[in-house]
């Protein structure tokens, strides 16, 4: 018997079994792989504040590959591409902001503190359903080694996009065809350290993140593509439903941005290292299943906590703050001897109350936007022209005014100003 | 086995470590997949796992799978694909994920 059995050994269940075990409760930290990390795979970017309430100076002790001080928004056709690029030496040093690390390093790491704290790491262990009361309540989970049943007080699922424990809890109704996921499929390309500082103008552990939008054959998603210390790791995200009707390969779109002509030099002869692939849920807020319920509680991908926002796009730290949510909200439950749906309710109401539903909440319109048709296959080719209008010399032709060339830009690219009015504004909505 | 796929696509899944269980942890129902006319399993699934056979079934290799889940959320026939996790400890183990 524990007091709260987590399943997943992800970032929500490390800071999960930390926080819990940090409350002085006995804690199971179940990983149905080999080692932390060993199913997980991301888009590249650690955001850490959120660490700051965990582990003071996370950033000496973090794994990371490298601090992004570079952050690139590309918007591309077939035969342009046009990059937003940022960079500050502020995200550089103390107290830092994002990273990019290996999956396995990261949430290793993770684990370790939770592990420190007094909880029980049992990897290799697949938790293959529910255990519950006569009520109906979760009292623990059974799992796949022999008695290998887990009785709890409470359980905290994150257990993934995929997460079982969710639905079998009632608390999670699939969508037909994945509707709100996204299919994430990524190459890591060895390269030596000296070609990545000097091709990306990096030094040190500067690092450069840079999302790409129109380099998916109009498949609703986007690629990306970050630097490690001597790799760097490129990739594309379909949506389910638009990669089953574009009837093409996963692995062609990532191939086509490689050999894109603004992408092609970067990762030029790189040595593949490792081909992955994983499930993003990515339809945000209204997406999310019921977060509590009568001996559990859902955290991080499990409950749709990828923010796939344009230019935004983030994971760990909301999977890290509901975790540590999580973890306190159970404590206090098993503290008060009321672990039903009511006695766990505050973990919804530290989540409104943070980052991790405020943001979701407040752009829970932006995935609808950014996955839309006329972003996704329109309004990159527009811009592109746009831009491509305003810097073409045509003379003896005077220069044409900005209302000119987008006018004749929506006409090449079939837009309707009106739709890009309204887009606009739901932009301004959403985003603002 | 695994003579449907070209070479290139070999040398990209011979970079991922697969800790192969015994046990097949993906089924098909390839008497439900006679009927399906999509067939979006085939192309969807980035490990390339599913392959049509000439009797118009499905042939399905599960152990260079990515677990990823692809393959019965995007299915079009109702309980075509059984999908679980592999054993513990075994399955796909990313290293640079």
């Known amino acids: ?432 | 086995m695994t003579d449907y796929r070209d070479s290139s696509f070999e040398a990209r899944m011979s970079t991922v470590d697969f800790r192969v269980s015994d046990r097949a942890h993906i089924t098909v129902d390839t008497e439900i997949c006679r009927a399906c006319t999509t067939r979006t399993c085939v192309h969807a699934c980035p490990a390339d796992l599913f392959v049509p056979t000439s009797d118009g079934g499905i042939l399905f290799n599960y152990e260079q799978c990515f677990e990823c889940g692809t393959c019965y959320q995007i299915c079009d026939a109702q309980g075509a694909i059984t999908w679980t996790y592999p054993d513990g400890g075994s399955g796909v183990a990313f290293r640079r994920g």
């Not at chain 1, 990306?200 to 998916?216: M, N, P, Q, V």
């Not at chain 1, 692995?251 to 081909?275: C, F, N, S, W």
């Not at chain 1, 950014?370 to 209008?389: I, M």
């Open chain 1, 1 to 432: 018997m524990f007091d709260v059995v987590v399943v997943g050994a992800g970032p929500a269940g490390c800071a999960a079994a930390l926080e819990a075990a940090r409350a002085g409760r006995s804690v199971a930290l179940v990983e149905r792989g080999p080692y932390p990390g060993a199913k997980n795979v991301y888009g590249g970017v650690v955001y850490g504040r959120v660490l700051d309430e965990l582990v003071p100076r996370w950033w000496e002790l973090m794994p990371v590959q490298r601090w992004v001080t570079r952050r690139s928004t590309m918007l591309m056709t077939g035969t342009q591409a046009l990059t937003v690029d940022f960079r500050t030496e502020d995200w550089g040093r103390p107290p830092y902001n994002g990273a990019t690390a290996f999956r396995a390093d990261l949430d290793g790491w993770l684990a370790s503190l939770a592990q420190d704290a007094g909880a029980v790491l049992v990897p290799s262990t697949v938790a293959t359903g529910l255990l519950r009361d006569a009520r109906g309540r979760v009292t623990g989970v059974s799992t796949d080694r022999p008695d290998g049943d887990l009785t709890a007080g409470v359980v905290i699922a994150c257990d993934g996009v995929n997460s079982f424990l969710a639905k079998e809890a009632g608390l999670f109704r699939p969508e037909p065809g994945g509707r709100h996921l996204t299919l994430g499929v990524k190459e890591t390309l060895a390269l030596p350290r000296e070609t990545i500082e000097e091709r990306f103008a990096l030094t040190g552990r500067d690092g450069l993140d840079l999302e790409i939008l129109g380099c998916t054959r109009g498949i609703p998603g986007g690629g990306f593509l970050y630097t490690n210390l001597d790799s760097v790791s490129i990739g594309v995200v379909l949506g389910l439903p638009g990669l089953a009707s574009a009837k093409v390969r996963p692995e062609e779109l990532l191939t086509d941005l490689k050999a894109h002509p603004a992408i092609a030099p970067l990762v030029r002869g790189g040595r593949l290292t490792e081909y992955a692939a994983h499930l993003i849920p990515e339809g945000g807020y209204d997406s999310m299943p019921e977060l509590v319920g009568d001996g559990i509680l859902v955290a991080g991908d499990a409950a749709a906590m990828c923010l796939a926002a344009g230019i935004w796009l983030e994971g760990v730290n909301f999977a890290l703050g509901a975790g540590m949510y999580a973890g306190r909200a159970a404590a206090a439950a098993v503290a008060s001897g009321d672990t039903s749906a009511t006695g766990l309710a505050g973990y919804r109401r530290l989540l409104e109350d943070s980052f991790v539903l405020a943001d979701h909440r407040k752009l829970r319109r932006a995935p609808g936007l950014v996955f839309s048709e006329r972003v996704q296959r329109q309004y990159p080719g527009l811009v592109c022209d746009v831009v491509q209008g305003m810097f073409q010399v045509d003379n003896p032709r005077p220069k044409p005014g900005l209302r000119r060339l987008l006018t004749r830009a929506a006409r090449d690219r079939r837009v309707r100003l009106r739709h890009l009015l309204s887009d606009t504004l739901t932009g301004l909505r959403s985003f603002g």
